[in-house]
């Protein structure tokens, strides 16, 4: 009897302290800091055609705004993404977080076409992987670059299917962690790790990392404060050289939310994984407790 006292005070304080390190901001809050600024937006992108009452809230308005800070920004910003998403009929699309799959699930009927294309060109299914620790806060996307076959991506893929992607899996992100926000009352992110272990120079193509560079851009522009940090684990030494050619490409705010690190070998670094997982979910080979691998994919929890 006394043991299970102990264990269920330790699992409290262990629920406490992931609690301290989850810093999203409430969503509350924020709405009442912005409250003015959303008004003006509102009276601006409401006179425009491809406005939606439905789809086009104080809480998108919000996001809008706090990237871009001036009302008069945030509004070309929001009405060049209303208008962009009228002609690619995205709201059309309705709910579409169950097409949410990753390499793990290759063979799903569930994937959009193009995502099944993409896919190809991921030379393992530990490539590319999409997870949800805690279905009370945001996705963590994973993706291992040795296995990932640049060339092959460049030579079958346009530049225009390669921005079909990354549209639709920006989307599918951004319905989910929309609805976490909203659920929760916290503004939730996706934390992206781009993992470099053994990552051969040889592997990198300089025209597959431009146009990765311009998609990127483009989504940061349509989904504002979607994506709350990206870590590169694992750098080779030729890695910093490299980054440093072709960094000018990157837009400043993603590059604002970007580090490198190496928790094994550097253990502080692990708090930039803590604000998104807690340790026990975190797998090992980022600092964690978690021997498990590869992770588990999210899909199973957006069955249609």
């Keep these: 009897m006394p043991s299970n006292n102990i264990s269920y005070h330790e699992k409290q304080e262990s629920n406490k302290m992931e609690d301290e390190k989850d810093e999203r901001p409430l969503v509350k809050d924020l709405l009442e800091q912005y409250a003015s600024k ?102 963590v996307n994973i993706i291992c670059l040795k296995d990932l076959d640049m060339q092959g991506l460049v030579e079958n893929m346009s530049r225009d299917e390669v921005l079909e992607s990354y549209l639709l899996f920006n989307e599918i992100v951004y319905q989910i962690l929309d609805e976490v926000t909203r659920r929760t009352g916290k503004l939730t992110k996706l934390f992206r790790i781009s993992d470099l272990t053994d990552f051969p120079l040889r592997s990198v193509n300089a025209k597959y990392v431009k146009r990765d560079a311009a998609a990127n851009k483009e989504m940061e522009d349509l989904y504002p404060q979607m994506l709350g940090t990206i870590v590169y684990v694992n750098a080779p030494g030729w890695a910093n050289a490299l980054w440093r050619v072709f960094k000018p490409f990157f837009p400043k705010r993603f590059l604002e939310k970007l580090a490198f690190v190496n928790p094994l070998k550097y253990p502080n670094d692990v708090k930039y994984f803590l604000k998104y997982i807690s340790k026990d979910n975190l797998v090992e080979r980022y600092g964690g407790n978690n021997s498990n691998w590869p992770v588990p994919s999210p899909s199973h929890l957006w069955k249609k």
């Design 38 to 139: 959303i008004a003006e937006l509102r009276v601006i992108i409401e006179k425009d055609d491809s406005y939606s009452k439905e789809h086009y809230d104080d809480i998108w308005m919000l996001r809008f705004l706090l990237s871009h800070k001036k009302v008069s920004k945030a509004s070309r910003a929001a009405l060049h993404t209303m208008k962009f998403r009228q002609e690619r009929k995205m709201n059309e699309l309705g709910d579409i977080r169950h097409k949410m799959t990753d390499c793990m699930d290759l063979q799903s009927h569930r994937q959009f076409d193009i995502h099944r294309k993409f896919n190809t060109f991921f030379k393992a299914n530990t490539a590319f992987m999409v997870t949800q620790p805690d279905g009370d806060r945001g996705l």
